[in-house]
């Protein structure tokens, strides 16, 4: 078990003693002509670029053979560049056997409780109460798939890129989707709920988490949203009489849940239930995203982030403590 403090807490001037893992590398040249690594190291907390000078010991001996998913230990100080934390590499070398840390320790895990989470989402499958909704989310969610839909990150960075972080993700909008429908009584709460587990399920074949997080050929050639409809057309094929109503309006939640042509949807939400997912699916989103900003940009001494491009603003921490949740209370009553 690897015991060293998070990168996120670390300061501009604090030294760095850490295995890291590297999450990218490329050998470039300088105005010089001299070569030097271009990295990006990480933890299970966040990443930061870093240059490999060729002066520094122990870049001779692994220039030529890092790779990405390798585990480094890295002697230096934290840096800023652009207003970014960098990390100052003063010495490197490859870790060994003998320093028994593997690439899990890197993976950044869903704060949540596994099995609870894994028992909501079974629970919540069984309430289903339309027969050929419940048959074809059986079908779906079993076996390697499901073991896959457990365990995969809904994404690289932005929001729940950590391991179960989809599923944390999905359950989050189905408790906003059953929220909906039992204020509207004119949704469908089978057909919502089902699109909600639907909606980003394609991220099975999208996305891989080892070494590192990254995208799939298929997942960047296809995208998620082609590959959940796919699979779920497939599986509505092996349904006898799986009627046609149902399966158009379930086909349009998956393929609507990002709202704009510009977001990757081909179709805008057009029912009263992909409305609703669109909605919760953003708001899962960027509540996560906000605050997983909010944990690894804010340091000591300041109250605000640096501008956050994708959020379109600097993020506020306004420091006044809120209720602390256990990770192992359940979501679902
Ligand atoms: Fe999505
Ligand atoms: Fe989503």
């Not at 690897?2 to 807490?9: A, G, H, I, N, R």
Request: glycine share 6%; hydrophobic share 35%.
């Amino acid at each position: 078990m690897l015991k060293q403090s998070d990168l996120s807490s670390l300061n501009k001037g604090d030294s760095v003693d850490h295995f890291l893992l590297v999450k990218k590398c490329e050998i470039r040249l300088t105005k010089s002509g001299k070569e030097y690594l271009s990295l990006e190291l990480g933890d299970k907390t966040i990443s930061c670029p870093s240059n490999l000078w060729d002066d520094v010991p122990g870049f001779q001996s692994i220039k030529n053979s890092l790779v990405v998913g390798d585990i480094v230990k890295v002697n230096g100080s934290m840096d800023e560049y652009q207003g970014s934390a960098q990390i100052k590499i003063d010495k490197i070398r490859l870790s060994k056997q003998s320093d028994n840390v593997s690439n899990t320790d890197f993976l950044p895990k869903s704060p949540r409780d596994l099995k609870i989470m894994k028992g909501e989402f079974l629970s919540r499958l069984e309430k289903i109460s339309d027969k050929n909704l419940h048959q074809l989310m059986k079908n779906i969610f079993a076996d390697e798939r499901f073991e896959k839909f457990v365990t995969v990150p809904a994404g690289k960075m932005w929001h729940h890129g950590y391991i179960s972080g989809l599923l944390e993700h999905t359950l989050e909008i189905i408790k906003i989707c059953d929220l909906m429908s039992d204020i509207h009584s004119e949704i469908n709460r089978d057909l919502l709920i089902c699109g909600a587990m639907l909606h980003d399920f394609g991220k099975i074949e999208e996305l891989t988490y080892e070494p590192v997080f990254e995208y799939t050929e298929r997942g960047k050639l296809l995208g998620h949203i082609v590959i959940s409809a796919m699979i779920v057309n497939e599986e509505m094929n092996k349904i006898p009489e799986f009627p046609e109503n149902l399966r158009n309006n379930l086909l349009h939640l998956i393929l609507s849940h990002q709202g704009k042509l510009e977001q990757a949807s081909p179709v805008v939400p057009k029912t009263l239930e992909a409305i609703t997912l669109y909605h919760a699916d953003e708001l899962s989103a960027k509540v996560n995203a906000y605050k997983n900003v909010i944990n690894n940009e804010i340091k000591s001494g300041t109250s605000w982030t640096k501008f956050i491009s994708l959020a379109g603003t600097d993020i506020h921490s306004h420091g006044i403590k809120s209720q602390s949740v256990d990770s192992k209370q359940t979501l679902f009553d």
